[in-house]
C-alpha cells in the first residue's frame, strides 16, 4: 500500500480523474437492486470488469473497488460476515485485473443504519468492523483506501483510527453534504475536512451530491479550508425515478464535464463521478481538462 508521502507525490502532477459510478452501472448490467453487491460481482464478474476497464480506458488513474458495503455488520445480513477479509481481498485483485494500470483503492463508507447512536460502544463497533475490512483490503493489494459517502464525523475518525491500527497508507476521505459546505448532520463539513488535514489524510471532499450550478461554490467553500487534495465526485444531476422505481440521470456527459472544468478551476483536484455517472462522463471530463494527456 501507498504511504501518504507516496501517493501526495503522485497526486502534486496536477488533475488526477477517479472513476465514476459503480452500483448504478451495474445494476443496468442486470444486477438485482435489493442483492449483495459484492456477493453478486464475486458471482458475475464480467460487468464489473467491463466497467472498470472501460473506466481505465476514458482516463480514470484511480479505480475504487467494489467493497462499498463489504463490512462484516452488513454482510452478516447475507450469512456472509465469515468472508469479510476473503470477499475484500477477492473484489481488489478483480479490480487489478479489470484496470491493471490503475491505482485501485479499497471502498469503505457510511455504517451509520447500523447504529443507534454514537456511544463509545457503537464507535468501537465501527472501528472493529472497519478493521476486518482493512484487513482484507490490505491482504488484496489496495493502493490505498478511500471512506467515502461519509454522514458524520465519527465514521472518518472510526476508519482513522482502524487504518492506523492496521498499519494502513494513504488514505482519502470523502463525505456526502449540502450545497453549502455543511453535512447533513448540520455539522461543518470545513471544520471535519481541516481536521482530517491534521490527522493526516491523503485528501478530502465530497462524492454523491447533485453535480449543478452550485457545486463549483461548494468546492470554493471547502477549497478555503484544506490545503491538501480537494475531492470532487458528484452525481451526474438530481435523479428522477422511473415507473420502476430507479432512479434516472439525465445530466449528459459535456455537461457534466463543464461543471467539474468550474470545479477544477475553483480548487478541485482530484475529480470523478458518483450516481449515474459512466465512463462517458469520466472521458467528457479528460477531454474537457487534461485534452493533451
Known amino acids: 500500500m501507498l504511504t501518504k508521502e507516496e501517493l ?5 502532477d496536477g488533475i488526477t480523474l477517479l472513476d465514476g459510478a ?78 491493471p494500470g490503475c491505482l485501485i483503492a479499497g471502498d469503505l463508507t457510511t455504517l451509520v443504519s447500523f447504529c443507534d447512536s454514537w456511544d463509545e460502544n457503537n464507535f468501537d463497533l465501527l472501528v472493529e468492523n472497519y478493521r476486518r475490512q482493512i484487513r482484507g483490503l490490505i491482504g488484496g493489494g489496495a493502493d490505498l483506501l478511500v471512506g467515502e459517502t461519509l454522514l458524520y464525523a465519527q465514521e472518518a475518525e472510526a476508519i482513522l483510527t482502524a487504518a492506523e491500527l492496521e498499519g494502513a497508507g494513504a488514505v482519502l476521505y470523502s463525505f456526502t453534504m449540502q450545497p453549502d459546505g455543511s453535512l447533513f448532520s448540520g455539522a461543518d463539513a470545513g471544520k471535519i475536512l481541516r481536521d482530517l488535514e491534521h490527522a493526516g489524510a491523503a485528501a478530502v471532499g465530497f462524492n454523491c451530491v447533485a453535480a449543478d450550478g452550485m457545486t463549483p461554490y461548494l468546492v470554493t467553500k471547502l477549497r478555503r479550508q484544506v490545503k ?66
Open 228 to 293: 491538501i487534495p480537494l475531492i470532487c465526485k458528484p452525481n451526474a444531476g438530481i435523479p428522477v425515478i422511473n415507473s420502476q422505481g430507479q432512479a434516472q440521470y439525465a445530466m449528459t456527459p459535456p455537461e457534466f464535464a463543464d461543471i467539474l472544468s468550474a470545479c477544477a478551476q475553483n480548487g478541485a483536484t482530484i475529480l470523478g463521478g458518483c450516481c449515474g455517472t459512466t465512463a462517458d462522463h469520466i472521458r467528457a471530463v479528460k477531454e474537457r481538462i487534461l485534452p493533451n494527456s
Open 22 to 99: 459503480t452500483g448504478s452501472n451495474l445494476r443496468n448490467a442486470g444486477m438485482p437492486k435489493d442483492c449483495c453487491a459484492e456477493q453478486w460481482v464475486l458471482e458475475n464478474p464480467e460487468p464489473l470488469v467491463a466497467l472498470q476497464r472501460s473506466y481505465a480506458e476514458a482516463g480514470s488513474r484511480i479505480i475504487y473497488a467494489p467493497t462499498f458495503q463489504a463490512q462484516p455488520i452488513a454482510l452478516k445480513a447475507v450469512g456472509l460476515e465469515s468472508q469479510t477479509e476473503r470477499m475484500n481481498e477477492a473484489l481488489v485483485a478483480l479490480s487489478r485485473s479489470a484496470a
Open 8 to 12: 501526495s507525490k503522485i497526486l502534486s
